[in-house]
């Protein structure tokens, strides 16, 4: 297959989305299992203040899951771009975005869950 010249393939492109895939992953597992443990909190709430804490769990729930599921998709994309030069800064840009998707929905979250 003839070289082309034009757009040269990156020798190292699998380094960052490897790089990100590693970092992404785990941390949103970690969201997903300390998410899924926080209704936990509010066990021993009951009458209008367990009501607040259910109803902004279920609005928080859904942004954090929304948003693994937002990383996951920058994260495939990142690794689906071809590897070719004029990609390279297309796909540092994902391979940064993805795990920093993480971050933000963990933060939404917890801004979002009214905690007793």
């Known amino acids: 297959m003839p070289e082309d ?16 895939t590693l970092v992404t992953l785990p941390a949103a597992a970690l969201a997903l299992f300390f998410g899924g443990l ?8 009951n009458g209008a203040r367990a009501d607040r804490f259910t109803d902004s769990f279920n609005v928080a729930w859904a ?19 071809p590897w070719r030069r004029r ?6 840009l994902l391979c940064v ?5 993480v971050c933000v929905a963990v933060v939404a979250f917890t801004a979002l869950v009214d905690w007793p």
């Open 5 to 20: 010249l034009q757009n040269p393939r990156t020798p190292h492109a699998w380094a960052g989305p490897l790089i990100s």
């Open 38 to 45: 926080s209704p936990m909190v509010c066990d021993s709430c």
């Open 63 to 81: 942004v954090l899951c929304t948003g693994l599921v937002l990383s996951l998709v920058v994260l495939v994309a990142g690794w689906a771009l």
């Open 87 to 92: 990609h390279a800064a297309a796909r540092v």
């Open 97 to 101: 975005a993805a795990p920093t998707v």
